[in-house]
């Protein structure tokens, strides 16, 4: 092989293995855009279960928790728009390097450990929610909230209808889960 044709071949690979490594380290294999939400719980669905007395009381929250998490809720929303902000910044860094003509391979390494970097806060972050929020409600309601959000997962999520929140579409297959009140 000559030397231009190991050139593209090594070029190819690393535009492969930049890619590859940008998708892999997105949480959850969203776009960096569309992480989970704080707590783990999708975004604005954690949200909508503390304004449901309904899920209050499923989960056994006190006046106090739901203060507490509703608090801890606002402060994560900024900070993980932030550190989302950060990962797209760096992804495109990355993107940026590897369109160029002549690729300089320090270079796309470094912007690569950037967004690695940037994933890892992420990650970090969304991590110290889940570990918030089961302090705060308790491993009683962390479970039960867990039930409720994988449930939803597999029911595809809310089907909102034109109303908006509580007008459903017509629901196909099993009912919806409920947890067992205690």
């Known amino acids: 092989m000559n030397r231009r ?10 535009a492969l293995t930049a890619l590859s490594l940008t998708a892999w380290a997105k ?5 960096a855009g569309e992480a989970p939400g704080p707590f783990g719980g999708g975004g604005p669905g954690l949200g909508r279960m503390l304004e449901n007395e309904q899920a209050i009381q499923r989960l056994g929250l006190s006046a ?14 900024k900070t993980l728009i932030k550190l989302r902000a950060e990962v797209q ?17 320090a270079a796309v390494m470094k912007a690569v450990d950037a967004a690695g970097a940037a994933h890892l806060a992420l990650r970090k972050a969304m991590i110290e929610e889940r570990l918030a929020f089961r302090e705060i409600a308790g ?10 959000f994988a449930q939803h997962r ?3 999520g809310a ?21 067992d009140a205690e």
Do not use: C, I, W
């Open 89 to 105: 910044l760096a992804e495109a860094e990355v993107r940026n390097l590897m369109r160029k003509d002549v690729v300089d391979r």
């Open 27 to 31: 949480p959850g294999g969203r776009p």
């Open 5 to 14: 044709n190991k050139a593209a071949v090594t070029m190819g690979v690393l």
């Open 154 to 156: 597999r029911d595809g």
């Open 64 to 77: 106090d928790q739901v203060s507490a998490l509703q608090a801890r809720l606002a402060d994560a929303e």
């Open 159 to 179: 089907k909102y209808g034109p109303g908006g929140r509580g007008e459903r579409f017509e629901r196909r297959g099993p009912p919806p889960f409920e947890p």
């Open 139 to 148: 491993p009683d309601a962390a479970k039960k909230a867990r039930q409720h």
